[in-house]
């Protein structure tokens, strides 16, 4: 091997002198001799860099030496953490090429492998769940990458970022590269620089030889190659290139969510995604210069959190010191020296900051940018006030002001600013930011409540006080500031919590309405650094009792209507009403907590009010209704039509002394064609009613499809729907189509269609009260209708079709000679089966098929949906049809399902995943059935969402036992201990997968709810075996019984009505 050595000067002289390279010392010693002479030359002022050309089996190759850093490549057997230092001049950097060509001079790369090695031992990815909304941070699951920094006996520590860690509950798991898993907990997260800490116990690891990544956060510098080594794209284990571009940039915003603040980043074109975050920056040395902290979405470009900080925090751990954190409440900015001249800053002070801080990086000053109201630095820093110096001492690097402030807690600091070029002085008090960085929340009606952090109160610029609700959730208001609850100020949340405990169930206090029906308990809930979890405190067991209701006057604004055909259509306008339903739990694949929309009081009397499905779509939750806009009571569900969009709900009459008119459904034939006056109300809360008259320009089939990939919600079928010539139909979600005689032909409701991302349309049609008259007249008699359906869904048939399919001519000629309006048979779409939700029935020959054309329903032609309303014929579970099948003619006995069948009376919760039976909207999409355990909503932050469970699945075993029916799932789940893997065998789209999980009982206990009429079910059988860490050894509790549920909470933790019960019950 032969090499040149060579240096760049301007007149690009170039020296060579032969090096033997390999084992020969003394060839390698001479060469360095011969070369000593030149070192009083190859040190002029200028001389920053070397060349080495060498030939490496008749290929030129290239190496770079510098005085200002260790020999790049030169070095392949020794430790990455005892580089060659060539910092001294030429004298050591010759005595370090002669060393190089003993040892063979080997390519970069070479070096990049034993660091990246070297690095591979410590970096794990973290899988994680957040199970509940805290502070800035939402119930989710993620992936992420961390790197063990210490280790001690049992005791090994990750370093990751915050926004990994959270602000609140932590559980998850790392694992190793060779793919070995062990459980984490968070004990510490800073208040406000993006990096947190994770123990784990390094004693759980069977193969991998932990080792612990150094940090050297001082040798980053502008130009230095570095690789980014983590969980890219959650792939494992990737290694990106890059070099350092920026030490200076300000931390990346997020726009409203948490921001790092008061600190430089680094930042390079690294071009990691999501995964990465928490990935250590290494040099070729495998020092951990940075970490990976985010990116731009649109570009390469990555920013990366220095490690100065974190290396004191880890210090704080291991010496089991309190890690202290001061702050002035006032963020700052890093501005260029052309920026602050703007600002007044003078060429006077810009040399004496490069005097005392030489070097190409000395380019910004400190600039403070937001003041938070009420703060330390509130009257004392303003907006634009450039920092010079802390307690006499020139700052102009955050490391510096974070390590003056966390050293002052509690006392005060000079400040010297320049304010528009005059300079100021303020002694500032530093506070402490923990004080200032919430840890515990308290639970009201199922809806966490905290104090206002200090990342929020930055992003509102508001004081650090107050009470606001823990994170977006699925509140309408998340993130809302609390300042009275019940007329009276509540500061803090010892004060929420003491005007919590008296309100009394079901009581309005100003903006919401309190209902603890179905979570009675106020509990506080606090955050456990030593442990990583969360400790929990029942604080109120039982609201005040409910404040008993009185009747309640109202009158309803005068609507003006002049048209002589229609004289009492404007007492119609007194038969609208508000309905509000509270769902505790996502049944029937529901998403919505609360649904809201108008319903129509067909019988003031009794106080029957029919409303869409769209908004009562079951009966498992909290309804109440305001009437005139001021009145409100509670009412109950009474009937779900299966198939028609309506549901009949009841309140209590005698609560409402007011003008209400009764909708009464009219027996009367609606006709194409016809004059009719549409009375709707357009859903504000204003009750702006609109009207006209119109008419009735189509009645045909509604076909709502159902595109989604989540689990079907409730979708009406077989049904005519009514469309009207007025532009009111689409303005009104709610309405009443009057005839000429004054009576109401037809009901205007909204329908629900479901698409894909949870994306949710809604359309608006009229219903002819025809076939509604039967259902109420029924429960106005005192009975409950009992409803039997055809398990299949239909479409209209033209006789072109028909006889294309074979129908034969003497149909046709019925068809035609019948009394219908519409010449049309109906053809099956899509069969739905019978089988009960908790059992098997055999169904062959019973059954309808796709593509049949039905002729006759016994004996009777049938060319219309209404005719497939069989609620008279309740008493006959079969039914004699005729039939078209492949182009012949058949007769079959068809059986009938009664309606109550298929509403849904049985739900469990488990690993944060809501299953039941198959219900009806199940049935219209799936011909087999798996199973009879059916998962209809994954919650987020879940366990079930963290390893796979989705929504539309089937769990048919679990570790290897059958699981046809809710009851037998429990029984299988109760042999699972806490904490342990377990398998499931789900089928998702028809394929079979067989997916292993992990019990917590902490976050996520199983939970139970029955319907059986108004009677308890008890049950003693424990769900799961907790061990140490579930924070209750109660085997059962029940709590009261509502609209017929029962529940049934196994190995219950307070916290568990915050998991399943999120927002739901501040109305």
Not at 542 to 554: E, G, K
Not at 768 to 784: A, C, E, L, N
Request: glycine share 6%.
């Amino acid at each position: 091997m032969h090499a040149n050595l060579l240096r760049s000067t301007p007149s690009r002289l170039v020296l060579h002198d032969l090096i033997h390279a390999r084992t020969d010392e003394r060839a390698a010693a001479a060469a360095s001799r011969k070369l000593l002479p030149l070192a009083a030359f190859m040190s002029c002022p200028g001389s920053t860099q070397y060349f080495v050309n060498f030939h490496n089996h008749s290929k030129l190759e290239t190496l770079v030496l510098s005085d200002a850093e260790p020999m790049d490549g030169v070095d392949a057997t020794s430790s990455p953490t005892e580089p060659y230092d060539t910092g001294g001049g030429p004298l050591k950097l010759l005595k370090c090429l002669a060393l190089a060509s003993q040892r063979g001079l080997r390519r970069p790369f070479a070096r990049w492998g034993v660091a990246t090695d070297s690095a591979y031992k410590g970096i794990v990815s973290i899988h994680w769940c957040s199970p509940f909304p805290f502070d800035m941070g939402d119930a989710f699951t993620g992936e992420a990458t961390g790197f063990v920094v210490a280790i001690r006996g049992r005791t090994g520590l990750i370093l990751t970022n915050r926004h990994v860690v959270g602000p609140g509950g932590f559980w998850g798991f790392c694992i190793f590269t060779n793919h070995e898993e062990v459980p984490v907990v968070p004990i510490y997260r800073d208040p406000v620089h993006d990096y947190g800490i994770l123990l784990f116990d390094p004693t759980l690891l069977r193969d991998m030889q932990v080792k612990a990544l150094p940090l050297k956060p001082n040798a980053a510098r502008v130009g230095k190659e570095i690789r980014l080594v983590g969980n890219d794209a959650g792939e494992g284990v990737s290694i990106l290139p890059g070099v350092l571009s920026r030490r200076d940039c300000n931390p990346p915003s997020y726009d409203s969510s948490y921001n790092d603040l008061n600190i430089n980043y680094f930042q390079a074109s690294s071009d990691a995604s999501s995964g990465s975050s928490g990935s250590p920056i290494i040099d070729i040395h495998g020092y951990a210069l940075a970490m990976q902290a985010g990116g731009l979405d649109d570009a390469a470009t990555n920013y990366f959190l220095p490690l100065d900080r974190p290396y004191r925090a880890l210090e704080c751990l291991q010496k089991e010191k309190d890690i202290t954190r001061g702050d002035i409440q006032c963020r700052f900015l890093l501005k260029s020296f052309e920026e602050c001249e703007r600002l007044g800053f003078p060429d006077r002070l810009r040399k004496e900051v490069q005097d005392m801080f030489p070097g190409p990086q000395t380019t910004n000053m400190i600039v403070a940018a937001t003041v938070l109201p009420q703060g330390p630095s509130d009257g004392k820093i303003l907006e634009g006030d450039i920092l010079i110096k802390v307690n006499s001492e020139i700052v102009i690097h955050f490391a510096r002001l974070d390590e003056i402030l966390d050293s002052s807690v509690g006392h005060s600091v000079v400040f010297l600013l320049l304010r528009q070029g005059t300079e100021v002085t303020a002694a500032i008090e530093v506070g402490d930011l923990h004080k200032i960085t919430p840890d515990r929340f308290v639970l009201f009606t199922g809806i966490g409540f905290q104090t206002l952090s200090y990342q929020q109160a930055l992003i509102h610029r508001i004081p650090c006080k107050g009470i606001v609700v823990c994170g977006e959730g699925r509140v309408p208001w998340g993130h809302w500031l609390i300042q009275r609850l019940n007329h009276q100020a509540v500061p803090n949340l010892e004060s929420f919590i003491d005007v919590a405990k008296t309100i009394p169930d079901r009581a309005f206090v100003k903006t919401i309405r309190v209902s603890r029906r179905w979570y009675p308990r106020i509990e506080l809930a606090v955050r456990n650094d030593k442990t990583g979890l969360w400790d929990f405190e029942v604080i109120a067991k039982a609201p005040p009792n409910a404040i008993p209701q009185s009747p309640l006057t109202a009158s309803f604004p005068e609507l003006s209507i002049e048209d002589p055909a229609f004289p009492s259509v404007v007492s119609y306008a007194r038969s609208f009403t508000r309905v509000t339903f509270d769902m505790p739990v996502d049944l029937n694949g529901e998403r919505a907590p609360t649904r809201s929309g108008v319903g129509i009081i067909m019988d003031a009397a009794r106080g029957l009010v029919l409303v869409s499905r769209a908004t009562v779509p079951h009966d498992f939750g909290d309804i109440h209704i305001t009437i005139a806009g001021s009145i409100n009571v509670d009412a109950n569900v009474l009937f779900l039509h299966p198939e028609h969009n309506y549901s009949i709900i009841q309140y209590d009459p005698c609560m409402v002394e007011a003008p209400v008119f009764s909708a009464a459904p009219s027996k009367d034939e609606i006709r194409q064609g016809e004059n009719i006056y549409f009375l709707g109300h357009d859903g504000s809360l204003n009750d702006h009613i609109l009207h006209e008259k119109t008419t009735i320009t189509k009645i045909s089939p509604l076909y709502i499809s159902h595109v989604a990939t989540s689990a079907p919600r409730y979708r009406p079928v077989n049904f005519d729907a009514i469309s009207v010539r007025s532009g009111f139909g689409r303005s009104c979600e709610t309405g009443v189509l009057v005839s000429t005689t004054g009576t109401v032909v037809a009901i205007w409701l909204k329908y629900l269609e479901q698409r894909e991302e949870g994306e949710e349309v809604f359309y608006c049609r009229g219903f002819s009260t025809k076939t509604i008259w039967p259902v109420v007249s029924q429960i106005q008699d005192g009975r409950q209708p009992s409803l039997r359906i055809l398990p299949a869904r239909f479409r209209a048939l033209t006789k072109a079709e028909a006889q294309a399919s074979n129908v034969s001519r003497k149909w046709i000629s019925q068809l035609e000679s019948s009394h219908s309006t519409r010449h049309q048979l109906l053809e099956v779409h899509n069969p739905t089966s019978t089988v009960s939700c908790e059992g098997s029935e055999d169904n062959e020959g019973y059954m309808l098929e796709s593509g049949d054309i039905l002729l006759t329903l016994n004996g009777k032609l049938i060319t219309e949906m209404s005719q497939l309303d069989y609620m008279h014929w309740s008493d006959k579970k079969e039914l004699v049809a005729e039939i078209v099948r492949n182009g012949e003619e058949q007769k079959l006995t068809l059986r009938t399902v009664a309606a109550n069948d298929v509403e849904s009376t049985h739900a469990i919760s488990f690993l944060g995943a809501i299953l039941q039976p198959p219900y009806h909207a199940v049935r219209q999409e799936v011909r087999e059935y798996h199973s009879g355990v059916y998962v209809s909503r994954v919650h987020d932050g879940s366990p079930a969402r963290l390893f796979g469970l989705f929504e539309g699945s089937f769990i048919t075993e679990v570790n290897k036992s059958d699981t046809p029916n809710l009851e037998l799932f429990l029984t299988a789940i109760a042999k699972i201990e806490d904490n342990t893997y377990f398998n499931m065998t789900v089928v998702y789209n028809d394929h079979r997968i067989v997916k292993a999980f992990k019990q917590n009982l902490r976050y996520f206990p199983t939970r139970r709810w029955i319907k059986k009429g108004h009677e308890f079910v008890s049950s003693s059988a424990t769900i799961g075996k907790p061990r140490a860490c579930a924070p209750s050894t109660e085997e059962s509790s029940r709590d009261r019984l509502m609209n017929g549920w029962d529940i049934i909470v196994f190995n219950p933790n307070p916290l568990s009505q915050y998991l399943l019960c999120p927002y739901s019950y501040l109305k």
